[in-house]
């Protein structure tokens, strides 16, 4: 999909279809019905719009999902197509389509006879041809982040077992400290045996679920909250937050605004830092560009965790999408923080150039342990199939090209390469993981 006009990019393109890959990022625990929301895998054109990116650059084209019931499946596909040569050409449309051929060997979605060719093809999609494509794709594992903790509190209790053999759980943050009333508090309160009334007793709960999942086996702490909030996060006292939390506990039917809870919402997130440092957990966090559509960028900055970085300097942070569009402070951070990690989860399939560019960058300002090529950050195998065919296209092009300037020669770039989708991500992850 992304080709480089390097001497070395065929072979390296070619060698790195034959790596193992760790996916840094994911959304669905094992094999998902479909596109994570079930729309039918029957229904090939649900299936298409349940790529929730792809359907971000299809809003953005003018388009709208809601057929009408009495639709004939010609006229759905004449509207789809409509908007679809619009927006064709996007990396999130390229990879979509790649996903599709790899899996299914659809060559194209611009025909009536194509889309009903998937449609009879996806009768066969099931737990079975979700293992096959893992193991075609070189998948060993996946760091899952199922964004609802009462998700990840099934697992841990055993009421769910249905996790595929490549999941590894990172524990979802954001509902320990975005908390805005009382029953936000009581998330957490089976775990104490007796009713939370105060700020400890809060804490005491969220300690024993939190030991309870490293016991279980998380690998590490995702936060996502910058889709609510600005990222720059505060230090402040105790007492301040203390004041909050007594305030809320004592008026339940009370609902907390953000600016009135953003005490209590910082301190929380500077404590459970100190947890993952307990733990030796790592930290993801969601930096730059977010998913859908009408977002403020503004706050998602990577650079606004910086206070919190230089304070917190025995917890490694896995800084997430290439922080897009900011590139530069992106690279500074990972150059001048040697507990800042770069992550180029979903960010390959967002800008393909940019990821290139910051990829040669990287190799000459940030030591390369410290960079993860790939999390497909989705919600089906076969979106992940595209987005890692397209990571390895702009890893292929970002280091053949070092090849041909002379920066590296071939055996070093391959080295690298390798290193960044297995290497790195398995001794960071302490996977433990075998090739």
């Given at each position: 999909m992304y080709k480089s006009n390097a001497g070395g990019f065929a072979e390296l393109r070619q060698y790195l279809d034959n790596?193992?890959?760790?996916?840094?990022?994911?959304?669905?625990?094992?094999?998902?019905?479909?596109g994570g929301n079930n729309a039918g895998a029957k229904d090939a054109l649900g299936f298409i719009m349940d790529n929730y990116y792809y359907l971000s650059d299809y809003i953005c084209a003018g388009g709208n999902t809601d057929f009408a019931p009495e639709m004939s499946a010609r006229r759905k596909f004449e509207?789809?197509?409509?908007?679809?040569?619009?927006?064709?050409?996007?990396?999130?449309?390229?990879?979509l389509a790649e996903g599709l051929r790899i899996c299914w060997g659809i060559d194209s979605i611009e025909s009536l006879e194509k889309i009903t060719e998937l449609e009879t093809r996806l009768k066969t999609r099931g737990p079975d041809s979700y293992v096959k494509t893992m193991e075609s794709l070189k998948i060993r594992a996946k760091v899952v982040d199922l964004c609802d903790i009462?998700?990840?509190?099934?697992?841990?209790?055993?009421?769910?077992?249905?996790?595929?053999?490549?999941?590894?759980?990172?524990?979802?943050?954001?509902?320990?400290?975005?908390?805005?009333?009382?029953t936000d508090l009581l998330r957490f309160q089976k775990y104490l045996n007796r009713t939370v009334v105060c700020l400890d007793?809060?804490?005491?709960?969220?300690?024993?679920?939190?030991?309870?999942?490293?016991?279980?086996?998380?690998?590490?702490?995702?936060?996502?909250?910058?889709?609510?909030?600005?990222?720059?996060?505060?230090n402040p006292a105790r007492a301040d937050a203390e004041k909050i939390f007594n305030e809320m506990i004592f008026n339940p039917r009370d609902i907390f605004g953000d600016d009135r809870v953003r005490p209590l919402d910082d301190w929380l997130f500077q404590y459970s830092?100190?947890?993952?440092?307990?733990?030796?957990?790592?930290v993801q966090i969601h930096t730059g560009h977010m998913a859908g559509?009408?977002?403020?960028?503004?706050?998602?900055?990577?650079?606004?965790?910086?206070?919190?970085?230089?304070?917190?300097?025995?917890?490694?942070?896995?800084?997430?999408?290439?922080?897009?569009?900011?590139?530069?402070?992106?690279?500074?951070?990972?150059?001048?923080?040697?507990?800042?990690?770069?992550?180029?989860?979903?960010?390959?399939?967002?800008?393909?150039v940019y990821c290139v560019e910051l990829m040669k960058r990287a190799v000459m300002t940030v030591p390369h342990s410290k960079v993860f090529?790939?999390?497909?950050?989705?919600?089906?195998?076969?979106?992940?199939?595209?987005?890692?065919s397209l990571a390895k296209d702009n890893v292929a092009a970002a280091l053949s090209e070092l090849a041909d300037s002379q920066w590296l020669?071939?055996?070093e770039a391959k080295k690298i390469a390798k290193d960044w989708f297995f290497n790195n991500p398995n001794e960071f992850y302490n996977l433990g993981i075998r090739e």
């Open positions: 790596i193992p890959v760790i996916e840094t990022h994911e959304h669905y625990a094992g094999y998902s019905e479909a509207t789809f197509q409509k908007i679809y040569k619009k927006s064709k050409n996007t990396a999130y449309a390229r990879c009462s998700a990840l509190m099934d697992f841990v209790d055993g009421k769910r077992k249905d996790q595929s053999k490549y999941a590894r759980f990172a524990f979802p943050l954001p509902d320990f400290h975005n908390i805005h009333n009382e007793d809060y804490l005491e709960s969220f300690d024993n679920f939190l030991r309870k999942a490293v016991e279980f086996g998380i690998v590490c702490i995702k936060d996502q909250t910058a889709y609510r909030r600005t990222i720059a996060y505060g830092l100190r947890k993952a440092a307990q733990y030796n957990l790592p559509i009408r977002n403020d960028i503004v706050k998602t900055n990577a650079a606004h965790l910086i206070p919190t970085i230089e304070l917190n300097q025995d917890v490694r942070f896995d800084l997430f999408h290439g922080n897009w569009p900011y590139l530069d402070e992106y690279l500074f951070m990972g150059k001048n923080y040697p507990n800042v990690y770069l992550n180029l989860c979903w960010v390959q399939s967002i800008d393909p090529a790939f999390g497909g950050d989705t919600g089906a195998v076969e979106w992940a199939a595209g987005y890692l020669d071939m055996d």
